[in-house]
């Protein structure tokens, strides 16, 4: 009898410490994958989305969420944002619903020589109206944001100055933000980095080079449109290849007068440092976005 009352507490015991698992894993907000069949790029093409945690619950049904479209790096894709960062878990403390796009290896940008990777129009043109079609999500440019990291940070920037009605915040970690200028007597390795900068600008003198060029963007925004522009964040490890980038960059946001918030920091180009970053983003993105109303 006192054997048994002993595994009886010691079962009890274990549904106890198991039940703080049970809840947290109830709280985070669950992750799904949605395909859409684009007409520019000629193919379906998923993305991922995040809910808020409260986009589901009772009384909230009416409810529209600010939201944040996140850029993968090249050679990325959309899964990685989950598979190696927490953001899972961080959104949890945000009322932000997030998108987790698809980009391939175009830079978010319209191709000079492939016609079918239209990865610019397709973002503007069907992946937003989608998603504020199937979701309750702000269809207004103030509870819209975009981020991104490395060739993401560089597809942001160039959305924030081409479409300023779009989005109220755009950020960039690591930021390939003078891609465009990238000619074939820098990028001597073959591989991935030269092949899709090529492959989506072109030959350093074709025209498609200076119209994608964000540096030259900045400087050209005539000084009317200064005030229509989006908030810029933008942050790099000091020990990062494209610190420099970043740092340059800068300087023409302060040189033009745009508000912005610059960081450099300890780190590389890697998961740690994006890790931690993609926190501050949230955060950042949680407090400049005005809930719809």
Not at 82 to 95: E, K
Not at 102 to 123: F, H, L, M, Q, R
Not at 229 to 234: E, G, H, S, V
């Amino acid at each position: 009898m006192t054997k048994m009352i002993s595994n009886f507490r010691l079962t009890l015991l274990f549904f106890v410490l198991l039940l703080p698992i049970s809840v947290s894993a109830q709280r985070d907000p669950p992750v799904a994958q949605f395909e859409l069949k684009s007409a520019l790029l000629g193919r379906p093409i998923n993305y991922r989305i995040l809910y808020p945690v409260e986009y589901h619950s009772a009384g909230k049904q009416e409810k529209r969420f600010p939201v944040l479209y996140l850029l993968h790096g090249l050679t990325g894709q959309s899964s990685n944002w989950i598979d190696r960062t927490g953001i899972a878990l961080y959104t949890t403390h945000f009322d932000l619903f997030i998108v987790m796009v698809e980009g391939g290896n175009g830079w978010y940008t319209d191709s000079a020589t492939v016609p079918t990777d239209k990865y610019e129009s397709y973002i503007l043109r069907e992946l937003i109206p989608d998603v504020e079609k199937r979701f309750r999500v702000s269809q207004v440019r103030g509870g819209r944001a975009v981020a991104g990291l490395s060739m993401g940070g560089y597809g942001a920037f160039k959305y924030g100055l081409k479409y300023p009605e779009k989005f109220a915040l755009v950020a960039s970690m690591s930021g390939a933000l003078d891609v465009a200028s990238w000619t074939e007597k820098e990028l001597t390795a073959p591989g991935a980095i030269r092949d899709s900068v090529m492959q989506t600008f072109g030959p350093a003198n074709a025209p498609t080079r200076a119209a994608n060029d964000i540096l030259k963007l900045v400087r050209e925004v005539p000084a009317e449109r200064l005030a229509s522009l989006p908030y810029f964040y933008l942050d790099c490890g000091t020990e990062d290849f494209l610190f420099k980038n970043s740092r340059d960059f800068a300087g023409l946001l302060v040189e033009r007068k745009i508000p912005h918030e610059y960081r450099q920091l300890p780190g590389s180009h890697n998961w740690q440092y994006w890790d931690r970053q993609i926190k501050e983003i949230l955060k950042l993105t949680a407090q400049r976005l005005a809930p719809p109303k």
